[in-house]
């Protein structure tokens, strides 16, 4: 396992996500209003959102030894 495994699995993610929200918009629809709903849940996701942008800036801008 390496870090860029991370950012294979983030792609795949984004990919099938983006299929979900062009074949079953409705579904989508009432997964984020779902999810937007709670605050805590929009503050959980911005705070590991930028944890995870933090660490793969990290890790892709880090010296090679």
Do not use: C, E, H, N
């Amino acid at each position: 396992m390496d870090w860029r495994v991370v950012i294979t699995a983030l792609g795949w993610l984004m990919t099938i996500g983006g299929a979900v929200r062009i074949v079953l918009p409705q579904i989508a629809i009432a997964v984020g209003s779902t999810i937007s709903s709670g605050r805590t849940s929009v503050v959980a996701a911005a705070l590991a959102t930028g944890a995870l942008g933090g660490f793969l800036s990290f890790k892709g801008y880090m010296r090679r030894s």
